[in-house]
Each structure stands twice: as structure tokens, then as C-alpha cells.
């Protein structure tokens, strides 16, 4: 079982950075963020696994960075240049593959999920 505690969020005006941060209890392969915007499906925004691969959701890349503390063994998502569309409840995931996949079948632990909201 691992747990997952997340942090961060909160509000800012598009153009805008945030950081998200996963602290995870219990061993990790793959990390990930996902989304879900309210009457939409949770979408894959950025996965990493143990050799630190990265995968980004197009709608993401260049703007978001996403990157592991090992000694802290915390996730972390750094959002730059933040856009109104990507207002949604972002959430930390974890799983056992070694893949970065951006799939919500490849993770079986979630955290609580975050609120974002980005004003124009």
C-alpha cells in the first residue's frame, strides 16, 4: 500500500506559475499527475517512472516540468505559464509498471486531489 499526501495548488492569473508536490509512503515505480475538469474525464498531464522518464500530455509540454525527490521520495509538479484551461483537480498517482504512461489503468494508488484555478 502506499500513501499518498499531496500539496500545493490554489489560485493564480493565467500566465502564472504554481507547484504541486506528492509525498509518497511506500516504495514507487511510476508517478504521475492527472487532471479532471469539472464534466470532463481525468486526463494524464505529466508521468515519470524509476529511471526518471518523462511522458507529457501535448497540451502540457513546455510549460510543465515534472521531477522526483528520491531522498524525499516526493513528487513534484512544477506549472509554468498557466493557461485558463488548465483550471481542473490535479491528482498525484502511483504504480507498479515501469512505464510512464499517462493511463489511469497503470496506477492503483491516488492521492486526494488539489484544486487549480487559473483566472484570466
Known amino acids: 500500500q502506499v500513501q499518498l499526501v499531496e500539496a500545493g495548488g490554489g489560485s493564480v492569473q493565467a500566465g502564472g506559475s504554481l507547484r504541486l508536490s506528492c509525498a509518497a509512503g511506500?516504495?514507487?515505480?511510476?508517478m504521475a499527475w492527472f487532471r479532471q475538469a469539472p464534466g470532463k474525464a481525468r486526463e494524464g498531464v505529466a508521468a515519470i517512472n524509476r529511471d526518471s522518464s518523462t511522458n507529457y500530455a501535448d497540451s502540457v509540454k513546455g510549460r510543465f516540468t515534472i521531477y522526483k525527490d528520491n531522498a524525499k521520495n516526493t513528487l513534484y509538479l512544477q506549472m509554468n505559464s498557466l493557461k485558463p484551461e488548465d483550471t481542473a483537480l490535479y491528482y498525484c498517482a502511483a504504480g507498479n509498471g515501469y512505464s510512464a504512461t499517462l493511463l489511469t489503468n497503470g496506477y492503483a494508488y491516488w492521492g486526494q486531489g488539489n484544486q487549480v484555478h487559473v483566472s484570466s
Open positions: 511506500g516504495v514507487t515505480y511510476r
